[in-house]
Structure formats: structure tokens, C-alpha cells
């Protein structure tokens, strides 16, 4: 909440809301090979010690990583 003239307060309309559903890797079947990480908007996915790691919060539920992974590993699952 942010301070209004007058002493108002009111919420920010440019609040985010929680995706319905969120990306995740299957580390099994990943092979790192980084496709996905300019993909995603909010960057929610990254590099962690050579794996894959998806920001559950920051994801937004896009899916834009999914389709173009080509082994699969990428999948939606409710959030």
C-alpha cells in the first residue's frame, strides 16, 4: 500500500497476480542446454550449480519455455 494525498492510502492496480499454473524442469530428462532462459519474461528460470531452477514466485505461468524445450523437460503444474 502507498501513501495517497490527504492521508489516503490505496493499492497499486500494477500488482501482479498469482499464475494459476507454473513452470517446472525435469532434471532427469534436461540436458542444460539453455534454451529456455532468454524465453522466460520474468526470468524466473536460472542456473543453479549447473541445473535448472524455476522461480515458482516470479513465475508468471507464460508457458513460453514449454514448447520450445526440446527434450521435454520443461512442464506446467498447478501453482
Do not use: Q, W
Request: a positive charge; glycine letters at 6%; proline letters at 9%.
Amino acid at each position: 500500500m502507498l501513501d495517497a494525498p490527504y492521508g489516503r492510502r490505496y493499492r497499486s492496480p500494477m500488482r501482479r497476480a498469482r499464475a494459476a499454473e507454473v513452470a517446472v524442469v525435469n532434471l532427469a530428462a534436461c540436458d542444460r542446454c539453455g534454451l529456455c532462459l532468454p524465453l522466460c519474461p520474468p526470468e524466473a528460470i536460472h542456473l543453479e550449480f549447473n541445473d535448472l531452477v524455476v522461480d515458482r514466485g516470479a513465475c508468471t505461468g507464460c508457458r513460453k519455455c514449454v514448447a520450445p524445450c526440446p527434450v521435454g523437460a520443461l512442464a506446467m503444474v498447478d501453482a
